[in-house]
């Protein structure tokens, strides 16, 4: 090569970068598009943790302890309550998606509860909806013990409270005592969209100089390689934090998220990230050379693993073996607990630091394929 | 006639032949297939715990055992300070915290109500509100005879759970991955065949010759329509002999909903496909479509855990439909009158989808 | 004009800008360059002819350091290929611009990779601006120039900084005659700087102009030397026939036929011939032309010598041709259009188009990029609907029976619209199928077509991975499977040989023969001359109508020059056009 590395042409090539991405409708959609349908999604849509579930209760005794612990079912913030005189009545509604459980008080319920014997309620809940079975179930119960239990003490049996509730459980959230999903879902969102910005946008763009015959006189130019990958990290990486800032600007000002951390290690966090999400793009993009197969590629390896294994979602110890192993090498695995405890616990750097090692090394690594596979060749 | 069938012919040709169009094609959904099913759980189990036992007798251990034994835990961590307890949290180490306090035996000796100290991470507030209600029936049951102790009896209350009496979550899980496999997969075609003809420059030899913008559009249809057929009749096939989920109702009643889920979906590509110019449109068309399709559709949470405003958005979104069919034929054999129930509103969709496709694509033609 | 043997001006001894020896490059088994010699002297045009596959991008590419050659010995600029990039200059064959940034933006960013800096670049930039015309376009966006535009702003980011070597690789692939002579003249003067030009191409009168030519074919040097050193292996043997009686064109297929007869093409009312060796203006007499004829020996052109090196081009009689149904002329014209007009927006791409055509015609549409034939064409074969007007093809109305008129036409586009994932078997199938034939018919047709067009051994090969030449025959084949009355072929040579064009218009000849009416878009005007008749569609009107002697005759009134090819009628009418529309409304086009 006859001259080295020059600014002078990085600038140039970085200003040109940014006018196409400015002239690109694509880009617009990635950056500020999705984060918006993302984010509003995410912040109303995934949460379990929200209002009243359509019930059915089905009260076989007409006795006064029947009927005061069907009003606590039907008095109370978890469920919506639609009573029917038999079990039969109700199990078209259950077929039907109407209703996802039934409580059935028995028949001689109020009997057993005047003896002080154990009076046992029927839940029957729809399986076909694990997790809100589990609720249902674990919330009537809940009603029926403290229902119970305020029955044994107005009655003046405070020795009948601990039969009726053996141990309570007194539970305290840390970081997010009301449970908002969205607290954890939106830290989640903002690592799909920095993967997008990242690996997909970037894959597409490369592969794009190559199909359009650009990159070819490009090269024929005094230009340096380094320069050429430099002049499309840039822009793209701070295209992704300006998506990441975007995210977080709306998710404190418009969902409440709290943002306990400092502004500091939000960068730091997001910025690391972005090494590995552009190393792998720029990988991707000289190994295909071909805009359809990067954005399939770039979706497989990119997007979905950010989705599915990165623990956002989905629990990574509940998976399998075979799949644990396969998170190890998923970067985002390592983006998504420093986001979520620097906006809801704040700067906890025992944790922080470790991650944003590991995601180093990963960039430095996929830098080091991508300077191998982009050569100055059209071999 | 003839016209019709070579459009088809050659459009599977197109499909089957292209190196790229496979790996939408085969290397999605079997990506799909192995990764989503044992993935995409939103059952939590293996989790990691710390315990602060201050107590350290009978009743504290009897607890602690429990939880050892259960599926849902996988390591105990033992710690004895607050310190420690906060360090471990904040770091991950476990996600939940169980605080047993000094006087929780004596307490439980006398019979006076006693409480247990439950501490979660709610930086993943789900599993940990899900843990939460695991824990709360092992502590519950404690103390009582251990034959009780099974998931099924309380003290309180029996419990049952319909159409899946073990609670699994594949029986969940499946019949809904089977929605969102043949929705990715017939999207991504749809989307992109006639983008690339464009690209290529075939869409040109293609309207010069007699065919007809009907026969045009049905040819696009049917390769999507019968590769969705392939993708769920595997899943349903999968579903069953690998992850031993029943399948209660009606195949013929399955078969129509996805013929017509399928209609609509096709209107949502083939309305992508008529306003992008570049493959590239038309792919992040298609998957700016799938995230909102995904999300309202119901799987990653009950439709009726949303807000009224987003709760009245899904009933636009024909994947609800489909999921909540697909969910009552494989597991509470949905008659005949509920799926018409959730078909008409998915056939409106579909005759709205693929009108504005037509529509467009006479408008674009141009 | 041509710089004849200008000396470079540099002064210095003509150390070549580029030397290399023996080259050869393979792309999997396939020999894409075998032992190639070349060498680039500073201050002269180079050219590099062949036809598409011939290995010229190969060549050019490993001269600008883009590719590694297996074996040869290169020097470029003094050093290894890729060492000076500060000198050399490359246009790839798609421009190399960046289509969303505008004019001036690419300008300054090719400016800046070069370290152009200050004065200098104002100045580098004033200069090619005026340089190509594109002043008043700075700010427009590089995709929306016309092909013409592209080219010559491609031409200037590789002139941003004068450099000692320029290599062009198809500069005047798809670009009009215009444009293709105005970059012409604009390299040839930079030769006068001692810039070093290799200039690559499909266009052999492009070849002519050269100061020395390479000539590939497969991958082998076939010639390198002064052009006319090829021109003289064919002196004496190329005869112009005129003022035969009868129709021109069973004339040629007689012609071609005989073994006495090489080559020949129809030019206007007139019919140039190669001929074999030793062959000679008197061994006409099988041809039986009539009294009248006059056989004249005329100055051999490039592609004459070409032809002759390849041995020879196709015989006359379309085997095709032969099996094609007799088209019943049971109309007085086969496709009309009337006053057919199309605007988008405020712009007008056409303007109250009008022509007819007999059938058993060929009817030229000619024009330059962007003039709106292309819109015409569309308009006729029912991808636009016109704004006003109307037309008809076989009979059926453009606006009443869109359908029934496409059934009767056969398309075949400038890029082979073809299925490339698809083999050619199931190509073939798509289309008869596509064309509504049925399953006994489709069978027969395709086994015509597949005999006639030598593809049996090809059937299973994907379509995108057939050669060029082959590419053009399964276009050729697709489109006539149904046998239509009517044929639209848009640019159907364009990048092809001209042995393969040869073969391609014998077959078309031989089908009008047969009753078959043909609309021809093109920018080769050898194409141009095949045509019955020949409309001009510049700036969306149609400027001259008529037949190709009627045009040249017309251009030779306005322009003074004795005996003007196709090219210099083109030319000259749409600078006659510029002139009145110049003057001012008032004067009419002739």
Same mark, same amino acid.
């Given at each position: 090569m006859s001259v080295g590395f020059s600014l002078r042409r990085l600038r140039a090539l970085f200003l040109k970068e940014t006018v196409q991405i400015l002239r690109d409708p694509s880009t617009f959609l990635i950056a500020f598009l999705l984060p918006l349908i993302l984010l509003i999604l995410f912040g109303y849509g995934i949460n379990l943790d929200s209002g009243k579930t359509r019930i059915g209760l089905v009260v076989q005794d007409d006795s006064q302890a029947a009927l005061s612990l069907a009003t606590t079912f039907r008095n109370n913030r978890w469920f919506d309550v639609r009573t029917a005189r038999s079990i039969e009545q109700l199990k078209p509604l259950i077929v039907n998606d109407k209703i996802r459980g039934i409580i059935v008080i028995p028949q001689d319920f109020g009997k057993k509860t005047e003896k002080g014997e154990t009076a046992p309620i029927q839940i029957i809940t729809d399986g076909s909806l694990p997790n809100t079975a589990d609720f249902i179930a674990a919330y009537a119960e809940g009603l029926r013990a403290t229902w119970a239990a305020d029955r044994a003490i107005t009655r003046g049996h405070p020795e009948l409270v601990a039969k009726a509730m053996p141990v309570q459980l007194d539970t305290r959230v840390w970081f997010n005592p009301s449970l908002t999903s969205r607290y954890f879902l939106i830290p989640g969102s903002i690592a799909i969209v920095m993967t997008m910005i990242g690996t997909l946008l970037t894959a597409l763009v490369v592969a794009r100089e190559w199909e359009r015959g650009t990159m070819e006189a490009m090269m024929a130019t005094p230009m340096q390689m380094t320069e050429f990958i430099a002049s499309k990290i840039l822009p793209y990486f701070t295209l992704g934090l300006g998506s990441m800032v975007l995210c977080t600007v709306l998710a404190v000002m418009v969902f409440g998220v709290p943002l306990r951390g400092s502004l500091f290690a939000l960068f730091l966090i997001a910025a690391t990230y972005l090494l590995p999400a552009l190393g792998l793009g720029l990988f991707i993009s000289s190994a295909t050379k071909n805009q359809f197969a990067a954005s399939q590629i770039a979706l497989m390896t990119g997007f979905l693993p950010t989705l #599915?294994?990165?623990?956002? #979602?989905?629990?990574?110890?509940?998976?399998p073996k075979p799949i644990q192993w396969l998170t190890v090498i998923v970067p985002a695995r390592y983006l998504v607990p420093p986001l979520q405890t620097v906006f809801a616990a704040g700067d906890i750097w025992s944790l922080i630091l470790p991650n944003v090692g590991i995601m180093l090394l990963f960039g430095i690594g996929f830098f080091l394929l991508s300077f191998l596979t982009t050569r100055r060749s059209l071999d | 006639m003839e016209r019709l069938i070579a459009l088809i012919v050659k459009e599977f040709w197109a499909m089957v032949r292209d190196a790229k169009m496979r790996i939408v094609l085969i290397g999605l959904p079997v990506m799909q297939l192995l990764i989503f099913a044992f993935a995409v759980t939103l059952e939590v189990k293996n989790a990691d715990i710390a315990i602060y036992d201050q107590s350290d007798g009978h009743y504290s251990s009897e607890i602690i055992n429990r939880i050892a034994g259960s599926p849902y835990f996988r390591g105990i961590v033992r710690l004895n300070s607050y310190d420690e307890v906060r360090d471990a949290i904040n770091r991950q180490r476990v996600i939940a915290a169980l605080v047993i306090d000094s006087d929780f035996d004596a307490k439980r000796q006398r019979g006076t109500p006693t409480t247990v100290n439950l501490l979660l991470d709610g930086r993943r507030s789900n599993s940990a509100q899900i843990l939460a209600s695991y824990l709360q029936d092992i502590v519950t049951k404690a103390g009582m005879p251990v034959t009780m102790?099974?998931?099924?009896?309380?003290p309180g209350s029996i419990r049952r759970n319909w159409f899946n009496p073990n609670l699994s979550y594949y029986w969940f899980d499946l019949p809904c991955l089977l929605v969102l496999v043949v929705s990715v997969s017939s999207l991504a075609v749809t989307a992109q065949s006639v983008a690339r003809e464009r690209e290529m420059g075939t869409f040109d030899q293609l309207l010069v010759s007699p065919l007809r913008l009907p026969e045009l559009l049905i040819g696009k249809m049917i390769p999507p329509m019968a590769i969705s057929f392939l993708h769920g009749t595997i899943f349903l096939i999968v579903a069953q002999v690998i992850f031993g989920v029943p399948f209660t109702g009606s195949l013929l009643l399955f078969y129509l909903s996805l013929l017509i889920y399928m209609l609509a979906l096709i209107g949502i590509g083939m309305f992508i496909s008529a306003i992008s110019k570049t493959q590239q449109q038309a792919f992040l068309g298609a998957f700016m479509a799938i995230v909102p399709l995904v999300v309202l559709s119901g799987f990653a949470n009950p439709v009726e855990n949303m807000p009224e405003w987003l709760q009245l958005l899904t009933y636009l979104d024909p994947a609800r439909y489909f999921m909540e069919i697909s969910l009552g034929l494989f597991l509470k054999a949905m008659p005949l009158s509920q799926v018409l129930e959730r078909l008409w509103p998915l056939l409106l969709i579909s005759i709205a989808t693929l009108g504005t496709a037509t529509w467009l694509f006479r408008a674009r033609m141009e | 004009m041509a710089p004849g043997n200008a000396l470079p001006a540099t002064g210095t001894t003509a150390v070549p800008a580029a030397i290399a020896t023996s080259v050869c490059k393979s792309f999997g088994g396939l020999r894409a360059l075998d032992k190639v010699d070349i060498s680039i002297e500073p201050g002269r045009m180079t050219g590099l002819v062949g036809p598409d596959g011939a290995g010229k991008t190969t060549l050019i590419r490993i001269l600008a350091g883009l590719m590694k050659a297996d074996a040869g010995d290169i020097h470029v600029l003094g050093g290894a290929p890729g060492d000076d990039l500060e000198n050399l200059g490359y246009m790839p064959q798609r421009f190399g611009l960046y289509e969303d940034l505008s004019v001036i933006q690419n300008l300054t960013l090719y400016a800046d990779m070069r370290r152009l800096e200050g004065a200098e670049r104002q100045e580098s930039f004033e200069r090619l601006l005026h340089f190509t015309d594109l002043t008043p376009f700075r700010d427009r966006l590089a995709g929306n120039l016309s092909g013409g535009m592209k080219q010559k702003l491609g031409l200037a980011c590789a002139l941003i900084k004068t450099p000692k070597l320029l290599l062009l690789d198809e500069p005047g692939v798809g670009v009009d005659p215009i444009s293709r002579r105005e970059l012409w003249s604009m390299v040839s003067g930079l030769t006068h700087q001692g810039i070093g030009v290799l200039w690559s191409t499909a266009y052999l009168d492009e070849a002519e102009k050269c100061d020395t030519v390479y000539l590939l074919n497969e991958g082998q040097l076939l010639y390198s030397g002064k052009p006319d050193g090829l021109n003289a292996t064919v002196e004496g043997r190329t005869l112009r026939l005129s003022g035969f009686s009868g129709r021109s064109r069973p004339l040629l297929i007689r012609a071609l036929d005989s073994d006495t007869v090489m080559d020949g093409t129809l030019q206007g009312r007139a019919i140039h011939l190669l001929m074999a060796p030793d062959k000679g203006p008197d061994d006409l007499d099988f041809l039986d032309a009539g009294q009248k004829t006059k056989i004249e020996i005329v100055p051999p052109h490039f592609e004459d010598g070409f032809i002759a090196r390849l041995g020879g081009g196709p015989k006359g009689t379309s085997e095709l041709a032969e099996r094609y149904r007799t088209v019943p002329q049971d109309r007085d014209y086969a496709i009309e259009a009337r006053k057919l007009t199309k605007r988008f927006g405020s712009f007008t791409a056409s303007d109250a188009i009008e022509f007819k055509i007999p059938p058993g015609r060929i009817f030229g549409l000619l024009g330059p990029n962007g003039a709106g034939k292309s819109t015409t064409f569309k308009m006729l074969c029912g991808l636009l609907t016109p704004t006003e007007g109307t037309g008809s093809v076989a009979g059926y109305d453009l606006m009443t029976a869109r359908a029934d008129a496409r059934a009767q036409l056969g398309y075949m586009a400038q890029k082979f619209s073809l299925y490339g994932e698809l083999s050619v078997k199931q190509n073939l199938n798509f289309f008869a199928g596509a064309y509504g034939l049925k399953t006994a018919a489709a069978r027969a047709a395709i086994a015509s077509v597949v005999e006639v067009f030598e593809l049996g051994d090809r059937l299973k090969v994907d379509a995108g991975t057939l050669p060029l030449g082959f590419k053009q025959r399964l276009a050729l084949a697709c489109a006539v499977l149904h046998q239509p009355p009517v044929l639209f072929l848009d640019e159907p040579t364009s990048g092809v040989d001209p042995v393969t064009r040869r073969e391609f218009w014998m077959h078309i000849n031989g089908l009008v023969e047969k009753g078959v009416t043909v609309l021809v878009t093109t920018h080769f005007m050898e194409e141009a001359e095949y045509c019955d008749e020949i409309t001009l569609v510049y700036r969306a009107k149609q400027i001259a109508t008529g037949t190709p002697d009627d045009l040249k005759a017309l251009s030779a009134k306005l322009s003074g020059l004795a005996d003007p090819t196709m090219e210099d009628a083109f030319i000259a009418l749409i600078n006659e056009h510029d002139r009145q529309e110049a003057e001012g409304p008032g004067s009419k086009a002739a």
């Amino acid at each position: 090569m006859s001259v080295g590395f020059s600014l002078r042409r990085l600038r140039a090539l970085f200003l040109k970068e940014t006018v196409q991405i400015l002239r690109d409708p694509s880009t617009f959609l990635i950056a500020f598009l999705l984060p918006l349908i993302l984010l509003i999604l995410f912040g109303y849509g995934i949460n379990l943790d929200s209002g009243k579930t359509r019930i059915g209760l089905v009260v076989q005794d007409d006795s006064q302890a029947a009927l005061s612990l069907a009003t606590t079912f039907r008095n109370n913030r978890w469920f919506d309550v639609r009573t029917a005189r038999s079990i039969e009545q109700l199990k078209p509604l259950i077929v039907n998606d109407k209703i996802r459980g039934i409580i059935v008080i028995p028949q001689d319920f109020g009997k057993k509860t005047e003896k002080g014997e154990t009076a046992p309620i029927q839940i029957i809940t729809d399986g076909s909806l694990p997790n809100t079975a589990d609720f249902i179930a674990a919330y009537a119960e809940g009603l029926r013990a403290t229902w119970a239990a305020d029955r044994a003490i107005t009655r003046g049996h405070p020795e009948l409270v601990a039969k009726a509730m053996p141990v309570q459980l007194d539970t305290r959230v840390w970081f997010n005592p009301s449970l908002t999903s969205r607290y954890f879902l939106i830290p989640g969102s903002i690592a799909i969209v920095m993967t997008m910005i990242g690996t997909l946008l970037t894959a597409l763009v490369v592969a794009r100089e190559w199909e359009r015959g650009t990159m070819e006189a490009m090269m024929a130019t005094p230009m340096q390689m380094t320069e050429f990958i430099a002049s499309k990290i840039l822009p793209y990486f701070t295209l992704g934090l300006g998506s990441m800032v975007l995210c977080t600007v709306l998710a404190v000002m418009v969902f409440g998220v709290p943002l306990r951390g400092s502004l500091f290690a939000l960068f730091l966090i997001a910025a690391t990230y972005l090494l590995p999400a552009l190393g792998l793009g720029l990988f991707i993009s000289s190994a295909t050379k071909n805009q359809f197969a990067a954005s399939q590629i770039a979706l497989m390896t990119g997007f979905l693993p950010t989705l #599915l294994l990165s623990g956002f #979602l989905f629990e990574i110890p509940s998976m399998p073996k075979p799949i644990q192993w396969l998170t190890v090498i998923v970067p985002a695995r390592y983006l998504v607990p420093p986001l979520q405890t620097v906006f809801a616990a704040g700067d906890i750097w025992s944790l922080i630091l470790p991650n944003v090692g590991i995601m180093l090394l990963f960039g430095i690594g996929f830098f080091l394929l991508s300077f191998l596979t982009t050569r100055r060749s059209l071999d | 006639m003839e016209r019709l069938i070579a459009l088809i012919v050659k459009e599977f040709w197109a499909m089957v032949r292209d190196a790229k169009m496979r790996i939408v094609l085969i290397g999605l959904p079997v990506m799909q297939l192995l990764i989503f099913a044992f993935a995409v759980t939103l059952e939590v189990k293996n989790a990691d715990i710390a315990i602060y036992d201050q107590s350290d007798g009978h009743y504290s251990s009897e607890i602690i055992n429990r939880i050892a034994g259960s599926p849902y835990f996988r390591g105990i961590v033992r710690l004895n300070s607050y310190d420690e307890v906060r360090d471990a949290i904040n770091r991950q180490r476990v996600i939940a915290a169980l605080v047993i306090d000094s006087d929780f035996d004596a307490k439980r000796q006398r019979g006076t109500p006693t409480t247990v100290n439950l501490l979660l991470d709610g930086r993943r507030s789900n599993s940990a509100q899900i843990l939460a209600s695991y824990l709360q029936d092992i502590v519950t049951k404690a103390g009582m005879p251990v034959t009780m102790a099974d998931r099924e009896v309380t003290p309180g209350s029996i419990r049952r759970n319909w159409f899946n009496p073990n609670l699994s979550y594949y029986w969940f899980d499946l019949p809904c991955l089977l929605v969102l496999v043949v929705s990715v997969s017939s999207l991504a075609v749809t989307a992109q065949s006639v983008a690339r003809e464009r690209e290529m420059g075939t869409f040109d030899q293609l309207l010069v010759s007699p065919l007809r913008l009907p026969e045009l559009l049905i040819g696009k249809m049917i390769p999507p329509m019968a590769i969705s057929f392939l993708h769920g009749t595997i899943f349903l096939i999968v579903a069953q002999v690998i992850f031993g989920v029943p399948f209660t109702g009606s195949l013929l009643l399955f078969y129509l909903s996805l013929l017509i889920y399928m209609l609509a979906l096709i209107g949502i590509g083939m309305f992508i496909s008529a306003i992008s110019k570049t493959q590239q449109q038309a792919f992040l068309g298609a998957f700016m479509a799938i995230v909102p399709l995904v999300v309202l559709s119901g799987f990653a949470n009950p439709v009726e855990n949303m807000p009224e405003w987003l709760q009245l958005l899904t009933y636009l979104d024909p994947a609800r439909y489909f999921m909540e069919i697909s969910l009552g034929l494989f597991l509470k054999a949905m008659p005949l009158s509920q799926v018409l129930e959730r078909l008409w509103p998915l056939l409106l969709i579909s005759i709205a989808t693929l009108g504005t496709a037509t529509w467009l694509f006479r408008a674009r033609m141009e | 004009m041509a710089p004849g043997n200008a000396l470079p001006a540099t002064g210095t001894t003509a150390v070549p800008a580029a030397i290399a020896t023996s080259v050869c490059k393979s792309f999997g088994g396939l020999r894409a360059l075998d032992k190639v010699d070349i060498s680039i002297e500073p201050g002269r045009m180079t050219g590099l002819v062949g036809p598409d596959g011939a290995g010229k991008t190969t060549l050019i590419r490993i001269l600008a350091g883009l590719m590694k050659a297996d074996a040869g010995d290169i020097h470029v600029l003094g050093g290894a290929p890729g060492d000076d990039l500060e000198n050399l200059g490359y246009m790839p064959q798609r421009f190399g611009l960046y289509e969303d940034l505008s004019v001036i933006q690419n300008l300054t960013l090719y400016a800046d990779m070069r370290r152009l800096e200050g004065a200098e670049r104002q100045e580098s930039f004033e200069r090619l601006l005026h340089f190509t015309d594109l002043t008043p376009f700075r700010d427009r966006l590089a995709g929306n120039l016309s092909g013409g535009m592209k080219q010559k702003l491609g031409l200037a980011c590789a002139l941003i900084k004068t450099p000692k070597l320029l290599l062009l690789d198809e500069p005047g692939v798809g670009v009009d005659p215009i444009s293709r002579r105005e970059l012409w003249s604009m390299v040839s003067g930079l030769t006068h700087q001692g810039i070093g030009v290799l200039w690559s191409t499909a266009y052999l009168d492009e070849a002519e102009k050269c100061d020395t030519v390479y000539l590939l074919n497969e991958g082998q040097l076939l010639y390198s030397g002064k052009p006319d050193g090829l021109n003289a292996t064919v002196e004496g043997r190329t005869l112009r026939l005129s003022g035969f009686s009868g129709r021109s064109r069973p004339l040629l297929i007689r012609a071609l036929d005989s073994d006495t007869v090489m080559d020949g093409t129809l030019q206007g009312r007139a019919i140039h011939l190669l001929m074999a060796p030793d062959k000679g203006p008197d061994d006409l007499d099988f041809l039986d032309a009539g009294q009248k004829t006059k056989i004249e020996i005329v100055p051999p052109h490039f592609e004459d010598g070409f032809i002759a090196r390849l041995g020879g081009g196709p015989k006359g009689t379309s085997e095709l041709a032969e099996r094609y149904r007799t088209v019943p002329q049971d109309r007085d014209y086969a496709i009309e259009a009337r006053k057919l007009t199309k605007r988008f927006g405020s712009f007008t791409a056409s303007d109250a188009i009008e022509f007819k055509i007999p059938p058993g015609r060929i009817f030229g549409l000619l024009g330059p990029n962007g003039a709106g034939k292309s819109t015409t064409f569309k308009m006729l074969c029912g991808l636009l609907t016109p704004t006003e007007g109307t037309g008809s093809v076989a009979g059926y109305d453009l606006m009443t029976a869109r359908a029934d008129a496409r059934a009767q036409l056969g398309y075949m586009a400038q890029k082979f619209s073809l299925y490339g994932e698809l083999s050619v078997k199931q190509n073939l199938n798509f289309f008869a199928g596509a064309y509504g034939l049925k399953t006994a018919a489709a069978r027969a047709a395709i086994a015509s077509v597949v005999e006639v067009f030598e593809l049996g051994d090809r059937l299973k090969v994907d379509a995108g991975t057939l050669p060029l030449g082959f590419k053009q025959r399964l276009a050729l084949a697709c489109a006539v499977l149904h046998q239509p009355p009517v044929l639209f072929l848009d640019e159907p040579t364009s990048g092809v040989d001209p042995v393969t064009r040869r073969e391609f218009w014998m077959h078309i000849n031989g089908l009008v023969e047969k009753g078959v009416t043909v609309l021809v878009t093109t920018h080769f005007m050898e194409e141009a001359e095949y045509c019955d008749e020949i409309t001009l569609v510049y700036r969306a009107k149609q400027i001259a109508t008529g037949t190709p002697d009627d045009l040249k005759a017309l251009s030779a009134k306005l322009s003074g020059l004795a005996d003007p090819t196709m090219e210099d009628a083109f030319i000259a009418l749409i600078n006659e056009h510029d002139r009145q529309e110049a003057e001012g409304p008032g004067s009419k086009a002739a």
